[in-house]
């Protein structure tokens, strides 16, 4: 599927026209990815990101990208992993579909994801990358925009799970088209 790429760097570079941040629901910055975004955005972004009020986990809001080269920031709440008998996969996979609505919404063409609660919030990464896969990729399916996502792994090891995955949904699309 063009539409969908699985690239390894940092977010922060991406020439995507909105970038995700995996936020906290304060939405007032954090680590890791969260606090790598805000570094380089400036703090502008702190200040619009204070006037939204938080935000709740599987939801998303928007703001610009300020000194990033991403004229958007997407900022969603992932899940904290807690064992996945809480409703984890149905909140991560609200992440990433809330965040693509949003895009749609702007008319963004392309939106770059990092991998969404994998990190401090300790998802394990092959579910994760299950379930951020089968979000994105029925949400393509149905939507005409954003015509290109890209799935940023911040190390190889993550991305060669999310290729993995991949394959594994793409091998079960064409059997079920069968
Ligand atoms: P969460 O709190 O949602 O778990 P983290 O920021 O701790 O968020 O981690 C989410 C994922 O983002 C992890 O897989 C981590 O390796 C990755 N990550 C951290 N920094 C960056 C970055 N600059 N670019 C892309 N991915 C990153």
Redesign the pocket.
């Known amino acids: 599927m063009e539409r969908f790429h699985i690239l390894v760097?940092?977010?922060?570079h991406s020439d995507a026209e909105a970038v995700v941040n995996?936020?906290?629901t304060s939405l007032l910055g954090?680590?890791?990815?969260?606090?790598?975004?805000h570094r380089a955005a400036g703090p502008q972004l702190l200040e619009a990101c204070r006037r939204l009020n938080g935000c709740e986990t599987g939801q998303a809001k928007i703001t610009p990208g300020f000194r990033l080269k991403a004229r958007y920031v997407i900022h969603t709440?992932?899940p904290?992993w807690q064992g996945g008998g809480l409703g984890e996969p149905a909140l991560l996979a609200s992440c990433y579909r809330s965040c693509l609505e949003l895009a749609a919404a702007y008319g963004i063409q392309s939106v770059d994801f990092?991998?969404?609660?994998?990190?401090?919030?300790?998802?394990p990464?092959p579910q994760a990358a299950t379930v951020a896969l089968r979000a994105i990729m029925s949400f393509l399916a149905q939507h005409d925009l954003p015509r290109r996502v890209g799935m940023?792994?911040?190390?190889e090891a993550?991305a060669a799970i999310y290729r993995q995955t991949f394959n594994l949904w793409y091998a079960e699309e064409k059997s079920d088209r069968l």
């Open positions: 760097g940092d977010i922060t995996a936020a906290n954090g680590s890791g990815v969260d606090g790598a975004i709440p992932g904290i990092p991998s969404i609660s994998t990190g401090i919030y300790a998802y990464l940023v792994c911040h190390t993550a």
